[in-house]
């Protein structure tokens, strides 16, 4: 069984992840090892209305390709065997590398989760624009546990703040961050997720710029120290504890988010950058989530990452 992950953000690409019509005609090509008629997939999927329209979504999102009357699969293909040995050869590759990182993550004094988050947020900054549109990956007990850590990255920016998150590859229901929140309000999604059901019904209407405006203004004062009482009725400050970013001590507001520091970022990227170049002149392919995971892996922060499944930033612009 094989099932399709991406680090793509749009719409299209993460919600495919969750379509189960898609997963059926990814195995099912991915079996039959040639192109397939649309008879064939009809065969497979004999209770999906309008195939053809749907199909054509899957065409212009560059996945599928049509020929002559003909459809084949475009993509990485992972199966166990090549899992496994994508591992090994990324660990040897990455084990001769990662020694400055650590040293540098080390010197910046940061806490192991902090080095998981600024690691994270570093890769994709420098992967952006070089991600495949998707990749086929064969059911593994490795793949399991990558689908549980958090790669997919979420960004939201308000006037003042960048508001940061990681989820989960195919459980997105159990990610609760504000981007998270926001693009299912967008896209008209649900996860049905409890916290995302609790806020529509507390929020109403709200629109993401008046929240945003509205909440960075108060954390912000809550950042400089200022002493916000959690008395008094506050629908978003109240949002914001739902979704962790605030926690209540002393009956007070207290901030419960990290505050991404420039030069930390700026500082990892200059060790960062020798090793994409040496890894890109080495395999010469997008960077996959194997190689994330592995790097990770080789930095003995995986096991960490289990612990926290969405990690949140709040950054000043």
């Known amino acids: 069984m094989y099932q399709f992950i991406t680090l793509q953000t749009e719409q299209t690409y993460r919600s495919l992840m969750q379509d189960k019509a898609f997963q059926q005609v990814v195995n099912f090509m991915i079996e039959q090892g040639e192109s397939v008629t649309l008879r064939d997939i009809k065969r497979t999927l004999p209770d999906v209305e309008e195939i053809e ?108 703040t960048e508001w940061l998150s990681f989820e989960n590859l195919t459980n997105l ?16 999604e649900n996860t049905r997720a409890p916290q995302f059901l609790l806020l529509d019904k507390r929020l109403g209407d709200v629109n993401e710029s008046y929240f945003l405006t509205y909440a960075e203004r108060k954390l912000r004062r809550i950042e400089k120290g200022r002493i916000m009482s959690s008395d008094t009725p506050d629908i978003f400050l109240d949002a914001l504890v739902t979704l962790g970013y605030l926690t209540i001590e002393a009956r007070h507001y207290k901030l419960n988010t990290l505050s991404v520091e420039e030069h930390v970022i700026e500082e990892i990227h200059q060790e960062l950058d020798p090793i994409i170049e040496l890894f ?23 096991d960490t990452l289990e612990h926290y499944p969405t990690l949140f930033g709040l950054k000043p612009l």
Not at 87 to 102: A, D, G, I, M, R
């Open 53 to 160: 329209v749907v199909i054509e979504t899957w065409i212009s999102a560059g996945l599928i390709t049509r020929y002559h009357g003909r459809y084949e699969l475009v993509g990485y293909v992972m199966s166990e065997e090549k899992q496994e040995e994508l591992k090994q050869t990324y660990q040897s590759f990455f084990l001769s590398c990662v020694e400055k990182l650590n040293a540098k993550c080390r010197q910046l004094d940061l806490s192991t989760k902090d080095v998981a988050f600024y690691l994270l947020y570093a890769l994709h900054q420098k992967i952006q624009g070089n991600i495949a549109l998707g990749q086929y990956a064969e059911d593994t007990p490795a793949l399991a546990k990558i689908k549980q850590l958090p790669f997919y990255f979420q960004q939201l920016t308000g006037k003042k």
């Open 173 to 188: 229901a159990e990610c609760v961050s504000l981007p998270s929140f926001f693009y299912e309000e967008t896209y008209r």
């Open 280 to 302: 890109d002149e080495t395999f010469n392919r997008p960077w996959e989530i194997v190689v994330i995971y592995t790097l990770l892996d080789a930095m003995d922060l995986v």
